[in-house]
Nanobody
Framework: QVQLVESGGGLVQAGDSLRLSCAASRRTFSAYAMGWFRQVPGKEREFVAAISGSGGSTGYADSVKGRFTISRDNAKNTVFLQMNSLKPEDTGVYSC?????????????????WGQGTQVTVSS
């Protein structure tokens, strides 16, 4: 079992930055790929970014490429999502997820554990 706890969300203006964190309880954190997803009411949860267990491979949704950066600190069992140049359409509940294999995947169904999520609101 892996427990994931997100933090760092908030209300910001368009163009601002936020850094989300996700702390994992699992000691073998480096064996797990991690992903960030977001959801707004009435829409399906969508893939944002993901990173392999070692941190050597990353992937991004087209809508966030060049603005968001995913990273991880395996010594601290934490994954981060640095979000720059935020837009109103980035608003949503951001959740981190863990996959019990080391390679990331851009689809929520391949992830086994989920955090509760943190709200990000970007005003225009």
């Amino acid at each position: 079992q892996v427990q994931l706890v997100e933090s760092g969300g908030g209300l910001v203006q368009a163009g601002d930055s936020l850094r989300l964190s996700c702390a994992a309880s699992r000691r073998t954190f480096s064996a797990y790929a991690m992903g960030w997803f977001r959801q707004v009411p009435g829409k399906e949860r969508e893939f944002v970014a993901a990173i392999s267990g070692s941190g050597g491979s990353t992937g991004y949704a087209d809508s966030v490429k060049g603005r968001f950066t995913i990273s991880r600190d395996n010594a601290k069992n934490t994954v981060f999502l640095q979000m720059n140049s935020l837009k109103p359409e980035d608003t949503g509940v951001y959740s981190c997820a863990a996959r019990t294999v080391s390679m990331w995947y851009p689809g929520e169904r391949r992830y086994d554990y989920w955090g509760q999520g943190t709200q990000v609101t970007v005003s225009s």
